[in-house]
Nanobody
Framework: QVQLVESGGGSVQAGQSLRLSCVAS????????MGWFRQAPGEEREGVAA???????SYVDSVKGRFTISKDNAKNTLYLQMNSLEPEDTAMYYC??????????????????WGQGTQVTVSS
């Protein structure tokens, strides 16, 4: 049974940093495509960043230059380094896995497995 478990969320001030982690079980992140999504109350789920099996990445415009997605295949762990956090980044963040060749488009429907989420709250 595939499991994705996120950690690293928390409450920070604007301008600070957080690093999210996602540990995968029964799924090899080296072979698939992984993504980070976020959802704020009353908003649709948004694809923040994705990384494919060749380590190509994509980002939503609002986080470019501030967030970095990476993975450690040996640890089967996905990361999201978030710098210069803004109140608009406040949301529940989810890790997800996809086998689609189009996964870098960060479309939620292309992702099959999801974690339970970790909350990120940024205050001004």
């Amino acid at each position: 049974q595939v499991q994705l478990v996120e950690s690293g969320g928390g409450s920070v001030q604007a301008g600070q940093s957080l690093r999210l982690s996602c540990v995968a079980s029964a799924y090899s992140i080296s072979n698939g495509c992984m993504g980070w999504f976020r959802q704020a109350p009353g908003e649709e789920r948004e694809g923040v960043a994705a990384i494919d099996s060749d380590s190509r990445t994509s980002y939503v415009d609002s986080v470019k230059g501030r967030f970095t997605i990476s993975k450690d295949n040996a640890k089967n762990t996905l990361y999201l380094q978030m710098n210069s956090l803004e109140p608009e980044d406040t949301a529940m963040y989810y890790c997800a896995a996809s086998g689609s060749r189009w996964c870098l488009r960060r479309t939620a429907a292309l992702y099959v497995y999801w974690g339970q989420g970790t909350q990120v709250t940024v205050s001004s």
